[in-house]
């Protein structure tokens, strides 16, 4: 589901509308720098931080900085001598998890995507980062679309609107109040999960 908006997967039938318009209809490059991903396994260059973040020098210095704030790196990359010339080694190895995944988080706040896809990019987190990545996602992109396929039922619980999928069929679709209500397979995750 999250490889359509991309057409990585083209649409057999039915149709993917972003802000009224059909990504049928869009060329790859008008549509793919509107969606951002954050993925379960973060990928980073062999190069430095700086091209990790910004590969074709779109932002600036301040820009760069700020994303890194906004993803909780900065003090981090401030405590490194080279700064933002931190040289990343080959997929990020000399960083954790946590810390590929927050560069990850500053690409995508760099980005300003209408549509964040979130898939499971938090199930090796530290729960610490967890809830940094969460309160970022929460104010950083308020007024984006973002799909999220969680790890854990709490991060969504708060969301607009659930899917609830049952052997690849649209079995439940509504805000997250409504399906507790209706005590059907949501509710069952989310008694399970302790959240209800």
Do not use: K
């Not at 430095?48 to 932002?59: E, I, K, M």
């Not at 700064?83 to 998890?97: A, H, I, P, T, Y």
């Not at 209408?114 to 992109?141: G, K, N, P, S």
């Not at 973002?146 to 999928?165: A, K």
């Amino acid at each position: 589901m999250t490889l359509c908006p991309f057409r990585i997967l083209e649409a057999a039938e039915g149709e993917i509308r972003i802000d009224g318009l059909n990504v049928a209809d869009m060329g790859l490059h008008d549509l793919r720098p509107q969606l951002t991903v954050i993925p379960q396994d973060p990928i980073l260059f062999s190069a430095s931080l700086r091209t990790n973040l910004d590969p074709f020098g779109y932002y600036s210095e301040a820009d760069l900085w700020r994303a890194l704030e906004l993803s909780h790196l900065h003090t981090f990359v401030g405590s490194q001598p080279e700064g933002l010339d931190f040289q990343c080694s080959e997929g990020g190895e000399n960083l954790s998890v946590g810390q590929r995944q927050l560069v990850c988080l500053a690409r995508a706040v760099l980005r300003r995507s209408c549509i964040l896809v979130l898939d499971e990019a938090t199930a090796a987190m530290d729960l610490e980062t967890d809830d940094l990545i969460w309160a970022t996602v929460r104010t950083q992109f308020e007024n984006c679309t973002v799909l999220t396929i969680p790890h854990w039922l709490d991060t969504i619980i708060d969301y607009t609107r659930v899917l609830v999928l049952d052997r690849g069929t649209v079995a439940e679709f509504d805000s997250p109040a409504n399906l507790i209500a209706a005590r059907g397979i949501f509710y069952g995750m989310a008694r399970d999960a302790g959240l209800v």
